[in-house]
C-alpha cells in the first residue's frame, strides 16, 4: 500500500509540475500581451486607431504585478486594494522578484520596469502535491494503525485461548494425581520415609495447581490486592532458592518502610520467577542475583539483576516479542507473557534497563503506587 501510494505521489507530483508550468508559461505570454498593449494605448499617435482591443486586454489583465515609474515609485495592481498602494509591501514583493533574478519587463514613464508574478492558482498547483503527500501519509499511518491493532487484538485472543486451553488441560491430570496421593496416604501410614515423599509430592501438586490457576487468568481481568513489594519479592526468593545452585547469591532489598503496589499474587509472582529463572540461566552454576527498589514520582520501580553473560544490544528490542529465545529449550514465550501482565493486568511497565556482555543485565519493572 505504501508503494503504491508513493508512485501515485510521484505521477502527482510529475502532472502537477507539468501544469504548473504550463500556467507560469501562459501566465508570461499573458504579461508580455499586457506590456505590448499597454505600449499600443500609450504611445500610438493615430487618432483613427482602434484601441478597443488594447483596452480590453489591460481591463481584463488579472495577474498581479508592480511598476515603478522612472523617479523609483512602485504602484501595484491585482493585489487588492489596500495593497495596491502599499509601498512597503510592494517593495518588499520588488526585493523578492529579484532575489528570485527574474527579469522585469521594460517599459517607459510610469511604467518604465513591470514585475509580472504568478497568480494565486499557480501557486496552488505548486504546494498541490505536498498537501496531497501529507495526506496520504496520513492515510498509511492510519491504515497501519488499523492493521497493528487488528493484529495485536488477535495476538491476545490467540494467546488468551491457548493458555485457558492449557489451564482446562492440567486440571485432568491434577485431579488424578491428587486420587492416586490420597491412596498412597492410606497404605503408608505407617511409613514416615514414604510419608515424606508423599508430602513433597504434595506440595509439587499444589505448585501445578498455581500454574494451572496462572493460566486461567490470562484474558480475564485478575483480582487485584493490595501488598507490600517487599513481602512479595520475598517469597519469591524463598521459593527460587530452594531451586538454585548452591553458590547462587541472592541479594534482595530490605526496608523498615513498606512500599505498597496493587497485584495479583499469582501473576506477579510468576513474572518474577521467570526474570530469576532467565537469571539462573544466565549465570550457570555461580553468580549474583540482586534487587534494587525506589519510588519514581506515582511508580514503585523494582530492579532484578543479574551477574550472568548478558544480553547482545541486538536483542534487547526483542526479547519482548512471542517466540524469541536463545535457549535449546522453550518456546520464547516467557517474557512475551510477563510483559503482558505487567502492562495490561496491572497497568505498569517492564523493560530491560541495561544490560553488558560478560558483566549482566538489570530488568525493571514500574508499578502504580497503592493509593
Excluded at 248 to 274: G, R
Excluded at 335 to 346: F, W
Aim: with cysteine.
Amino acid at each position: 500500500m505504501a508503494f503504491t501510494g508513493f508512485i501515485i505521489l510521484l505521477i502527482t507530483l510529475a502532472y502537477s509540475n507539468y501544469l504548473a508550468k504550463a500556467l507560469a508559461d501562459s501566465e508570461q505570454e499573458n504579461a508580455m500581451l499586457f506590456s505590448q498593449a499597454l505600449t499600443e494605448l500609450v504611445q500610438n499617435d493615430d487618432l483613427n486607431a482602434d484601441f478597443e482591443l488594447p483596452a480590453r486586454i489591460i481591463d481584463n489583465f488579472k495577474i498581479p504585478f508592480i511598476a515603478e515609474d522612472e523617479m523609483g515609485g512602485l504602484f501595484g495592481r491585482n493585489w487588492g486594494d489596500e495593497l495596491d498602494g502599499d509601498s512597503d509591501f510592494l517593495a518588499k514583493k520588488k526585493k523578492q522578484f529579484l532575489e528570485d533574478e527574474k527579469v522585469p519587463i521594460e517599459g517607459f514613464g510610469d511604467q518604465r520596469y513591470i514585475y509580472f508574478f504568478n497568480t494565486k492558482l499557480s501557486m496552488y498547483i505548486t504546494y498541490f502535491p505536498i498537501l496531497q503527500g501529507v495526506l496520504l501519509a496520513f492515510f498509511i499511518a492510519f491504515g497501519y494503525y488499523l492493521f497493528s491493532s487488528s493484529r495485536k487484538a488477535e495476538q491476545n485472543r490467540v494467546w488468551a485461548g491457548m493458555a485457558k486451553e492449557t489451564a482446562h488441560q492440567l486440571g485432568t491430570p491434577i485431579s488424578a494425581i491428587l486420587a492416586w496421593i490420597e491412596h498412597l496416604k492410606l497404605n503408608a501410614e505407617d511409613n514416615p520415609e514414604q510419608l515424606e515423599i508423599i508430602g513433597e509430592l504434595t506440595n509439587d501438586v499444589g505448585r501445578l495447581e498455581l500454574i494451572a490457576d496462572r493460566f486461567s487468568k490470562i484474558g480475564s481481568a485478575p483480582k487485584l490486592e493490595q501488598v507490600n513489594i517487599y513481602d512479595q519479592l520475598d517469597e519469591a526468593r524463598v521459593y527460587m532458592q530452594k531451586r538454585s545452585p548452591k553458590k547462587m547469591v541472592y541479594s534482595f532489598a530490605q526496608a523498615d518502610t513498606p512500599k505498597y503496589v496493587m497485584i495479583n499474587k499469582h501473576l506477579f509472582s510468576w513474572v518474577v520467577e521467570n526474570l530469576i529463572r532467565n537469571a539462573l540461566d544466565a549465570m550457570g552454576r555461580e553468580g549474583t542475583i540482586s534487587t534494587n527498589i525506589y519510588l519514581d514520582n506515582d511508580y514503585v520501580c523494582i530492579e532484578i539483576s543479574d551477574t550472568g553473560k548478558g544480553i547482545p544490544s541486538s536483542n534487547v528490542k526483542t526479547i519482548f516479542e512471542p517466540g524469541f529465545t536463545t535457549k535449546k529449550r522453550g518456546w520464547g514465550l516467557g517474557l512475551s507473557l510477563a510483559k503482558r501482565i505487567i502492562e495490561n493486568y496491572h497497568q505498569g511497565k517492564i523493560y530491560v534497563k541495561n544490560s553488558k556482555l560478560e558483566e549482566g543485565t538489570t530488568f525493571t519493572i514500574k508499578l502504580p503506587k497503592a493509593s
